[in-house]
C-alpha cells in the first residue's frame, strides 16, 4: 500500500514540474486558476469533515494519518511554487534587462558618424 | 590577401565593464593604438571606471543598473551592429588579461581561412599558466560545453572572441551573469557556421587574480544552463 502513495507523489512531482516548466500564457493560467478551485473546494471540505483525508489516508493510500498525506500535499505544492516563481523571476529579469538595455543604448552616442570627431583621442 | 597593414577600421572591441576603474584606461588606451573603435558596455560601475574609459577615447555605452557581464556583452553586440561600417566584434575583458597581439592574429586567422569565429583558447600552446585547480575546472567546463552544444574546443570559457557582422546579428545572449559563454558557443554550434580558434596568452596579473572565477562560481554556471 506504501507504495502507491509514492509511486503517486513521484508521479505528480514529475508531472507539475515538467508541465510548469513549459507552460506559458493563456493555458498556464487557466490551469493555474482551476487549480485554486480545487484548492478551495479542498478547503471546505476538510473543515466539514476533519475526519475524511485519515480515512482516505488509510484506507485508500497507505499513508498513517491524514495529517501526513496533507503534508505530502503540501512538499508538492512548495515545490511547484518554487519552480513557478524561479520561472516567472527569469521572464522578469528578461523584460527588465530589455528596457535597461534600451535605455543604455538610445544614451549612446549616435554611432553613425565614422569620423569619430565626437570622441577625444 | 591584403596583409600589411591589416585594416582595423571595420573592427568594433567590445568590452564589458564592472569596476575595473584601476585598469580600464590603460586598457582602452593600449587597445586603441590598433583598434580605433572600442565600446566599454558600463554595468553599472560605482568606482567610475567609464569616465575613465571614456576619457581613454572609449564609446561608452551605460547600463542604469548591473545587469551581468552576459548582458553587457549582448549590450555592447548590439551597438556595434548599429555602426554601418563594422564588419567585426571582438569580445575583450576590461581587466588587462588579453593581448591586442593576439587579437590581430585572430583576425589574420579568420580573414585567410574565411572564418566566421574565432575563439580565443589557452590550451592551444603553453603561453598560459593557470594554476592546477582552474585547468581542472576549465578542462570540465570546456568537455561539457562540447558534449553539450556540439561543438569541438579546446577553451570555451576564453572571454576573447572575434564575431563576423552575420554571426554577431544573430546572436541573442540572455544568460545575464556567467553562463552566457557556454550559451554563446551553443548558439554558435547551432548555426552551423565556420568557426576556428587561436591560440591566446592570458596574463594571470595578481589584479586579475583577485577578481577571477572561483570555483564555486562554476557551480553557478552550472546550475543556471541546467536551468535555463
Known sequence: MKMVIQLLLIAVVVLVVARLFRSRGARAQAIRRIGLVVFAAFAVVSILFPDLWTRIAQDYLGVGRGTDLVLYALVVAFLSFTVTTYLRFRELETNYTRLARRIALSEAPRPDDDSGEQRPS | ?228
Open chain 2, 1 to 228: 590577401m591584403n596583409t600589411s597593414p591589416v585594416t582595423t577600421d571595420d573592427v568594433w572591441l567590445v568590452v564589458p565593464l564592472f569596476n575595473e576603474a584601476t585598469v580600464i584606461g590603460d586598457v582602452v588606451r593600449d587597445a586603441r593604438r590598433t583598434f580605433p573603435n572600442v565600446v566599454v558596455v558600463d554595468d553599472g560601475s560605482t568606482d567610475g571606471g567609464a569616465d575613465a574609459a571614456l576619457a581613454a577615447g572609449a564609446v561608452v555605452v551605460r547600463h542604469p543598473v548591473n545587469l551581468g557581464q552576459g548582458a553587457a556583452l549582448q549590450t555592447g553586440l548590439e551597438y556595434a551592429r548599429s555602426v554601418p561600417s563594422m564588419r567585426w566584434v571582438v569580445t575583450f575583458d576590461a581587466d588587462g588579461q588579453h593581448q591586442v597581439s593576439d587579437v590581430l592574429e585572430m583576425l589574420e586567422k579568420a580573414r585567410a581561412e574565411d572564418l566566421q569565429v574565432v575563439f580565443g583558447s589557452r590550451f592551444l600552446d603553453d603561453r598560459t599558466t593557470p594554476s592546477l585547480m582552474k585547468k581542472v575546472i576549465l578542462r570540465l567546463a570546456v568537455g561539457y560545453t562540447n558534449l553539450t552544444t556540439g561543438t569541438k574546443l579546446t577553451d570555451a570559457h576564453n572571454g576573447l572572441r572575434v564575431l563576423r557582422r552575420d554571426v554577431v546579428e544573430r546572436v541573442d545572449i540572455t544568460q545575464n551573469r556567467m553562463a552566457h559563454a557556454s550559451e554563446l558557443v551553443a548558439q554558435i554550434g547551432e548555426m552551423k557556421v565556420r568557426y576556428g580558434e587561436s591560440p591566446v596568452h592570458i596574463l594571470y596579473t595578481d589584479y586579475s587574480k583577485s577578481k577571477g572565477q572561483s570555483l564555486w562560481n562554476s557551480v553557478n554556471i552550472l546550475v543556471e544552463l541546467i536551468l535555463r
